[in-house]
């Protein structure tokens, strides 16, 4: 089976900074693409940054020089750091690999 389970999160004030983990299992890690999804209440799911297999990373625009994804492929285990934080990124932050989902984080930034 696969899991992936997720830690960090939390609230925030504007300009702060969280660091979220996802630690998977059950698939051959270091071959596979690791994302980072949000979803703010009342909206969709977003794509937020990925982190592929060579550790190429991409990022939405809105994130872009604030957010880092990495990866350590020896704990299997893919971060995201977030910097200088806005309220506009609060929502609940879900990690993902192939058609797998982490059980969600809450990240909440105060203005």
């Known amino acids: 089976q696969v899991h992936l389970v997720q830690s960090g999160g939390g609230s925030v004030q504007t300009g702060g900074s969280l660091n979220l983990s996802c630690a998977v299992s059950?698939?051959?890690?270091?071959?596979?693409?690791l994302a980072w999804y949000r979803q703010a209440p009342g909206k969709e799911r977003e794509w937020v940054a990925s982190i592929d297999s060579s550790r190429s990373t991409n990022y939405v625009d809105s994130v872009r020089g604030r957010f880092t994804v990495s990866r350590d492929n020896a704990k299997n285990t893919v971060y995201l750091q977030m910097n200088s934080l806005k309220p506009e990124d609060s929502g609940i932050y879900y990690c993902?690999?192939?058609?797998?989902w982490g059980q969600g984080t809450q990240v909440t930034v105060s203005s």
């Open positions: 993902q690999t192939v058609r797998y």
């Open positions: 059950g698939i051959i890690f270091n071959t596979k693409t």
